[in-house]
């Protein structure tokens, strides 16, 4: 067993208190919207890259969701709520 400084200890703390607020922002599929807009917005909104975009996409299609996006609360938001009013079914968990 590790014998942590209170500084050491602190950071962990930390840490595990930074990782507690991520969320994420899964997208999920629907009969509506056609896969290049789905990629579309994942390289607009989500910065994804193409390829990262299209495999998104193929998991969305054949599972019914993906997880595209993950960070804090704060900069989650802005992003899902952009993706719901293009059009698709996203929400933060």
């Given at each position: 067993?590790?014998?942590?400084?209170?500084?050491?200890?602190?950071?962990?703390?930390?840490v595990l208190s930074?990782?507690?607020?991520?969320?994420?922002?899964?997208?999920?599929?629907?009969?509506?919207?056609?896969?290049?807009?789905?990629?579309?917005?994942?390289?607009?909104?989500?910065?994804?890259?193409?390829?990262?975009?299209?495999?998104?996409?193929t998991i969305i299609?054949?599972?019914?969701?993906?997880?595209?996006?993950?960070?804090?609360?704060?900069?989650?938001k802005p992003i899902?709520?952009?993706?719901?009013?293009?059009?698709?079914?996203?929400?933060?968990?």
């Open positions: 067993m590790k014998n942590y400084t209170e500084t050491e200890k602190l950071l962990e703390l930390e930074q990782e507690d607020d991520l969320r994420t922002i899964v997208l999920f599929n629907d009969d509506v919207n056609t896969f290049e807009w789905v990629i579309e917005c994942l390289v607009a909104y989500c910065q994804h890259d193409s390829l990262q975009a299209e495999q998104c996409a299609h054949y599972t019914g969701k993906c997880i595209v996006k993950i960070g804090p609360f704060d900069k989650m899902c709520e952009t993706l719901q009013e293009k059009g698709l079914t996203a929400e933060i968990q």
